[in-house]
């Protein structure tokens, strides 16, 4: 029996679809054959080739871009009685990690423009407790790393780029990860390129390359036949040799990739040019096309001339074919951070933001057609729950 027809006549597009080819299927397939299916060679061959894609620095992969977070923040010393310094508007990981360790994440308000945290507020947050910044490049467009390591160095902070997003961009011509400080990456399927789940974390010496091995694998530490040791308490955070096969496979594409993100970012700004959509009110990301890889493409909602909420908008999308995401509310009103004394009011821009931020689809193998669906779907619906 065949499944039941989508409501809409088109065929359903889904906010993102990672695309894998049929050499690197193949590939898993030969490493199932081998018999080696956890870290391996695969492992070691993909840590090689995200180095040399990060200019030489050293890069180890994980089972997530959330452990990667977390590792930093221990190689670099931070824990209980500690202050880390990050953004209320990212996937809650950003901040559950820095509690992980022990530590109080402080959040300061975002910057309305380009939707990642606020520079301008930054110092006015550190405390004599502050050990770090976690900034987060939100739909993968970078944060200002001038300003931002000039307020680090100045202040003597530790950086965690939160770049989950941002893998492909660059500040100024430099690719995120070749410089910097500690770097963490994800490979969720929803980025630009995946490993199934995974990430790697780019380091500054090998002393923390080490570390960081230790961290991952219940900081056993092996020496010849049989020589163990433990030193520090680790997890269980390896990357499986499977996940890295893939790894291996999407790393050649990810320039071509972006590239497709890319030209669907630019259709989605000319689409949304059009006099119906700008009389909308819609907020746009910066039109970035020469730092940002288009990991996400965001509007925001214009709230205040609307008749319906975020959720029916999505509701309606879906029913016309057409997934969406929201990426993200805002971290601090969260249960568990309002339990540690967070409220509504705390920041606004984030929270105005949170409340009506909205993620269309964009993925490389979508088409300029799929765009132009999109954005008339989204026209209808909000011309027609306009306030009068």
């Not at 405390?127 to 390591?149: E, K, N, Q």
């Not at 990430?199 to 080490?210: F, H, Q, S």
């Not at 163990?228 to 990357?239: P, R, T, Y």
Request: proline letters at 6%; one cysteine or more; glycine letters at 8%.
């Amino acid at each position: 029996m065949s499944a039941p027809a989508h409501p809409s006549a088109q065929p359903f597009l889904p906010l993102t679809r990672p695309t894998i080819d049929e050499e690197t299927i193949a590939g898993v397939a030969d490493v199932l054959r081998s018999g080696w299916i956890t870290s391996g060679p695969n492992v070691k061959a993909l840590e090689a080739k995200l180095s040399e894609y990060c200019g030489g620095r050293p890069v180890r992969v994980f089972n997530s871009g959330t452990c990667t977070m977390e590792i930093a923040l221990r190689i670099a010393g931070i824990g209980e009685g500690h202050e880390v310094i990050t953004t209320p508007l990212s996937w809650v990981a950003t901040s559950n990690v820095i509690l992980e360790v022990g530590a109080k994440p402080v959040f300061v308000d975002i910057d309305p423009v380009t939707r990642n945290i606020d520079l301008d507020r930054i110092e006015a947050a550190i405390t004599p407790a502050t050990r770090a910044i976690i900034p987060v490049d939100l739909a993968g467009l970078p944060v200002d790393r001038d300003r931002l390591y000039a307020i680090a160095k100045k202040r003597n902070l530790r950086v965690i780029e939160d770049a989950a997003q941002s893998f492909g961009s660059n500040w100024r011509g430099r690719r995120i990860g070749t410089f910097g400080d500690f770097v963490s990456v994800s490979f969720h399927p929803n980025k630009n390129i995946t490993t199934i789940e995974g990430g790697c974390l780019v380091m500054n010496t090998e002393a923390e390359a080490k570390l960081a091995e230790q961290y991952r694998l219940q900081g056993v530490v092996r020496s010849g036949f049989d020589g163990m040791e433990v030193e520090i308490v680790g997890g269980k955070f390896n990357l499986t040799d499977v996940a890295a096969r893939v790894g291996l496979g999407q790393l050649p594409h990810l320039d071509a990739f972006n590239a497709k993100r890319t030209e669907f970012a630019r259709a989605y700004f000319e689409e949304l040019a059009a006099p119906a959509a700008r009389a909308l009110g819609l907020g746009l990301p910066p039109a970035d096309f020469s730092q940002t890889n288009w990991h996400m493409f965001q509007v925001v909602l214009p709230e205040e001339r609307l008749t319906i909420k975020r959720a029916e908008v999505m509701a309606q999308l879906h029913a016309a074919g057409i997934g969406t995401g929201v990426h993200y509310p805002a971290i601090h009103l969260f249960a568990l951070y309002r339990r540690l004394g967070w409220k509504e009011g705390d920041f606004p821009i984030a929270e105005r933001v949170c409340r009506n931020i909205l993620t269309l689809p964009l993925f490389p193998t979508m088409t300029r057609a799929d765009v132009t669906r999109v954005v008339a779907a989204l026209t209808k619906i909000l011309s027609a729950h306009q306030k009068s």
